[in-house]
């Protein structure tokens, strides 16, 4: 039997559907269409999860495979990937993507180890190879600019997708599709996992990813006191403030300001970045950014390249005088 | 406790030099450190060790030029070390370095528990640990950032999206520890010192008994297609000249667009 179909992994969180979980089916519906296939995602909730199910279905499913039961309220890594296992030994799809959450990301490499599958991780784009049926994954790779575009020469295609770099899928009400019940068998619900307690963390304090103006700082500010000079410029604008990796590890701002993979991914309509280089690793975490203004003495980095307007200067001539521009501008007294 | 300890030699990221012709990592020049999220698996395995009487056993996958990692890994309290080295190796992605790991630990074990980092500097994959669990049928629990032992379970808080969980793990298991999560010991130079003459004990192919195609590339699923540097076409402007003209400029631009 050959394979079929583009399955996501849904997240329960024991509450309620990940919204990652709507990424990825915009994603696989994206790829299914391209294929002429349909989507199919694979549920593991407990019983509360009836609605969820239902709204996969709305958001771009035609077929949802749930696994329900009291116990799936905790995330199991062995009892998931179990039920999972079945679930791809089943459905036979011919692509596979988790979230790259911490369940996705603990899950995929114990599915794949199983079946002794491929997996690409943190993948942050998709191509087809129509010809083959071929997933080409893209994900940043080790250096700096650099993105590698990776197969797997196994099915199903296995990735795991980073959150927040595709768009949710929205509801459709007229859609239609099957809930299918996923039998299980007590003896295999067991687990050497049991969770005993749990303590939820708010949100980061500073949340990014909802600033329509992002100001950015990388090593070229040059000490943490010139990085100071960011957030008088971010007050003036009504902006937040970001930080590229190197910095936040200087210990110039804390890591909630962190833009990139490892940190936070932002959409703002105007982005100006003061001696950021534009490593990969930073600007996959510019999703949909309106303007991109740099400042760099480089004219050759790689953001000066990304830029729409490339502004080749010293930050520490330019900030100080653009904080006194727009103060100027805004009427602002200025107090020193 | 009998523990392994899973370290990756990574290279030393300003010492990786980019071929600009094939955009490739020219891997020989760069100069081999410790994974450095690995430190804190090893000191975890340690420290466990250490509460439970037990034995701690280093392992890496890597060349024979990474060697010396593992006499760094014994002056910080690994009991035992050896480098899994073989040309067949080569080209591994994470099924197949998983693979060999699970042979190692069928080899060298039996084992309680195996430690790893959260994630390598390099690979940047996360998924060595939880594939090598797969391999040996064991369960796994990921970001882990502390961790109790009482009778035959692990007491072990992991990081959620959420936030936290405790949870309990019947061993054999293997977990994978978060960065930041302990203070690594220094290397201890009387180890150190005591080790500076012998040999790192290797392990091939042959003596773990590996299939030989589920080695290096023949064993890997996945392939590198392609490599390139993303280029970004469109209109630009590019400012330069005296500093205030540019700012004068850009303050304008903004305007204009009604950013500002
Ligand atoms: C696995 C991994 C994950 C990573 N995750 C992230 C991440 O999430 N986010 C992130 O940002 N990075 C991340 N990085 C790091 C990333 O690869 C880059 O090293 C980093 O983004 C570079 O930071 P930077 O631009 O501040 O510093 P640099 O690369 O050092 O750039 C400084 C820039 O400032 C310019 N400059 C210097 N002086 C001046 C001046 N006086 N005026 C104007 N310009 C000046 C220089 O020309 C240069 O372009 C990651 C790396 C790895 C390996
Ligand atoms: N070659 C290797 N030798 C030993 N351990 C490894 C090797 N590669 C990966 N690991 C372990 O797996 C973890 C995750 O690696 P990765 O999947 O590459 O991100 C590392 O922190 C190590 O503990």
Redesign the interface.
Known sequence: MSYQGVAIFAEWTGKALHPVSLELLSEARRLAEELKTKVLAFFISSPEGKEAAQALIKHGADEVVWAFHDKFSSFLDDLFTRILVKMVEAERPEILLFPATARGQALAPRVAGFLRLGLTAHCVAFEIDPEERRLIQIRPSFGENIMAKIISLTKPQMATVRPGVFPRAKAEPARHGEVKPFPLEEEELKSAITVMARKERPRPKIDLSQAKILVAGGRGLGSKEFFEKLFELADLLGAAVGATRPVCHLGWVSEEHMIGVSGQTVSPRLYLGFGISGAIHHLVGLRHPGLIVAVNTDPEAPLMKRAEIAVEGDVRQILPLLIQRIKALKGVENAS | MHIMACLKPV?EPDT?K?DLET?T?KRESAKLILNPADRFALEAAVRLKENTQGKVTAVMMGPPNAAPLLKEAFACGADEVFLLSDRAFAGA???AT?YVLAKAAERLGPFDLIVCGKVS???????????????LGW?????VKEITYKDGQL?LTR????????????LP?VITIEPESNEPRPPSLKRLLSWAEKEVPTLTAEDLAAEPERLGLSG?????????????E???????GP??E???Q??K???E?G??
């Open positions: 290279p990786v980019v955009h990592l992605d994470t099924l998983s500097l390099d690979g940047e994959t996360a998924q060595v640990g939880p594939e090598l669990a797969a391999w369960p796994s629990v990921i970001w007491v990081l959620t999206d959420e936030g936290e969980e405790v949870v309990s793990l019947t298991g890997s699923p996945t392939r590198v297609l392609d490599v390139f540097t993303p280029t970004y469109g209109k630009k402007e590019y400012l330069s500093p205030e540019v700012v004068e850009l303050v631009i903004l305007k667009r950013l500002i």
